[in-house]
């Protein structure tokens, strides 16, 4: 019985590491584009998109991939400003990446 729990737990550790990109030889920082034209998603230019609630979410369009963040405040709650109607986006956030975006 106690094999069995042993290999099950090996098992378990074996699948939680597969998911870290760092074995798969993505580095863990998560600012970076590593595609195309691979570049720090500061340099993106972005827009907030207001989903059906009337809350804000920070988006970007590089061309070939498209990002979203939740907005938030500074005590992590969401953002509703009302920069938009809900469902619709506010600002230039297809700009900021020479790949051009067939939309």
Same mark, same amino acid.
């Given at each position: 019985?106690?094999?069995?729990? $042993? &290999?099950?737990? $090996?098992?378990?550790?074996? $699948?939680?590491?597969? &998911? ?5 030889? #993505?580095?863990?920082?998560?600012? !970076?584009?590593?595609? !195309?034209? @691979?570049? =720090?998603?500061? =340099? ?14 920070? !988006? =970007? ?13 500074? #005590? ?5 400003? %009302?920069?938009?109607?809900?469902? #619709?986006? @506010?600002?230039?956030?297809? %700009?900021?990446?020479? !790949?051009?975006?067939?939309?």
């Amino acid at each position: 019985m106690k094999l069995v729990k $042993l &290999c099950a737990a $090996l098992s378990l550790g074996v $699948l939680v590491s597969a &998911c870290d990109e760092g074995l798969r030889g #993505y580095p863990a920082d998560k600012t !970076i584009d590593r595609g !195309i034209n @691979a570049h =720090s998603l500061k =340099s993106l230019k972005w827009g907030v998109y207001v989903d059906p609630d009337g809350c804000d979410h920070w !988006i =970007s369009d590089d061309g070939v991939e498209g990002y979203q963040v939740n907005r938030l405040d500074r #005590y992590g709650k969401p953002v509703c400003s %009302g920069v938009a109607p809900p469902t #619709y986006t @506010a600002g230039d956030f297809k %700009g900021g990446s020479p !790949i051009p975006d067939p939309n």
